[in-house]
């Protein structure tokens, strides 16, 4: 990692790379965080500006900054998309690991429950629980931390299926290792870089999730600033011109996406004893 | 294949096994005594359960009847087994996300001596089982399981994917290391040939009516 002629590897590539996105996305959510709500007030005397210098991204029909919307909006996105990833990924977890060591009902079980959770279309289940929930931040959190869990579950459990039998693992036990020795040198290693891949990669789909229930009107309230309720009330003004209410936040909304799953793509060749030394 | 009253002895008693209740039998009531340092060849046709038996013996898997027995008593379920086994394909053998340097030593910490007797390159210790080829993957597994522990050794078709030459290369090892630890073998091998020329004692499989 020679860093001044400027000759990096992919590996040193892909962490600036990383750093980069990571800071970008950090700097959404704090700055999001920290704002302060009277920046984005309602000030009916400069409605519908276009992008301009005052307002980088134009204002909406009730003359509130897009630019400062659509910050606080995806920061809030991120935070659920970071909160139902973590717990979806426990379930998974717990349940892909319990299903592979345990076997027999209790993986018929897990089994059957991932295939209900599949069988149904992701967004309608989505609606359900959110909407049995009253809607709001709480119904979005819960509906989107519930429903992403299956996928996860079926990658777990088929990692921890596949190593177990592995000859070298068997070869491991014959060599005189014990299974708390072989769970942690050979079966942990091999599974927890595929985990936190499938956990990183679960952002995108939350947040993507979390925007189209709310564009639906089954997520968060309309007073939230949220990329969702942005988005629907774009569609409103759209066919009179105001291109920029929906153009803004939606290539803010693809960047963070696809930042999270860049990285996610990243990591999976960092960690994969294939490609890592690259 | 009586039972031998020496002491230091692989044996196997009435094994049956098959893969799932409702299938077939692949091995029935077999009977095998291998005293230490003898050497035996297991031959037979493709699907006689000749590497089912190979891992049974290693412990690999359990018979569904019968029992193996090393010195009178059941193979150890924990702690390092006296029977070890080097398989047929040496890179499903190793953890591919470990180097070889860990590899070889999970075992028991290798000597210099057992590395040049294997004709293995220090520089190849700092490789990754990818960075390989078969033959020298081999190898390290055989050196792995040469541990002071080890007293017998089963060879399920440890040479069949090598070369010709390599394959003379490996077994001359194999069978030096076998003399100097006073080793018991069993090779598993599809080749006559190679059956008569390294064991004692050759033993054919039967096929089963039930199949």
């Known amino acids: ?278 | 294949m009586g039972r031998c009253a020496v002491s230091m002895q692989l044996e196997a008693r009435h094994i049956s096994y098959r893969y799932g209740k409702d299938r077939p039998w692949i091995l029935r009531d077999v009977d095998l005594t291998v005293r230490a340092g003898e050497r035996v060849a297991l031959v037979g046709p493709s699907g006689y359960g000749k590497s089912t038996l190979a891992k049974i013996l290693a412990g690999y898997i359990q018979p569904e009847e019968g029992e193996v027995l090393w010195d009178g008593r059941p193979l150890p379920k924990k702690g390092s087994c006296p029977v070890q086994m080097i398989s047929q394909h040496p890179e499903k053998a190793v953890d591919p996300r470990w180097k070889m340097a860990r590899i070889v030593n999970e075992g028991w910490q290798v000597d210099g001596q057992t590395l040049q007797d294997m004709g293995i390159e220090r520089e190849w210790l700092k490789r990754w089982p990818s960075e390989l080829s078969g033959g020298e993957l081999q190898r390290f597994c055989i050196a792995r399981v040469l541990g002071p522990g080890t007293k017998f050794l089963i060879c399920d078709e440890i040479s069949t994917m090598l070369d010709v030459i390599t394959q003379a290369q490996i077994w001359q090892k194999v069978l030096e290391a076998a003399k100097k630890g006073h080793l018991g073998m069993i090779v598993v091998t599809h080749n006559m040939a190679l059956a008569e020329k390294v064991c004692e004692k050759i033993i054919e499989l039967p096929a089963l009516t039930a199949r």
């Open chain 1, 1 to 278: 990692m020679d860093r001044k002629r400027i000759q990096w590897n992919t590996r040193t590539k892909i962490l600036v790379y990383m750093v980069l996105a990571l800071i970008y996305l950090a700097g959404i959510l704090v700055w999001g965080l920290l704002m302060d709500p009277e920046a984005y007030a309602v000030d009916y005397s400069v409605k519908f500006l276009p992008p301009g210098a005052g307002h980088l991204f134009g204002t909406d029909f009730m003359g509130r900054d897009m630019l400062l919307r659509c910050v606080k909006g995806l920061s809030t996105s991120i935070v659920i998309g970071v909160i139902a990833s973590v717990v979806s990924s426990f379930i998974a977890l717990a349940a892909g690991v319990a299903a592979a060591v345990v076997g027999g009902k209790l993986d018929s079980f897990v089994n059957w429950c991932v295939d209900l959770c599949m069988g149904m279309p992701h967004l309608v289940l989505l609606l359900l629980i959110s909407f049995m929930l009253g809607r709001g931040m709480k119904g979005v959190m819960v509906g989107v931390a519930l429903t992403h869990w299956p996928e996860l579950t079926r990658i777990v459990r088929a990692e921890v299926l596949q190593i177990r039998s592995e000859q070298y693992v068997q070869a491991a036990y014959r060599l005189g290792k014990s299974r708390m020795q072989v769970a942690r040198e050979h079966i942990l290693p091999h599974v927890l870089p595929v985990y936190l891949i499938g956990v990183i990669l679960l952002f995108p789909h939350a947040i993507m999730h979390e925007a189209s229930i709310t564009f639906l009107g089954f997520g968060l309230s309309a007073e939230e600033p949220a990329i969702g309720v942005i988005l629907s009330e774009s569609m409103k003004h759209i066919a009179t011109g105001k291109w920029w209410l929906a153009l803004f936040p939606g290539i803010m909304l693809l960047a963070a996406i696809m930042l999270f799953d860049r990285i996610g793509e990243d990591l999976k060749r960092l960690w994969n004893p294939d490609s890592g030394n690259e």
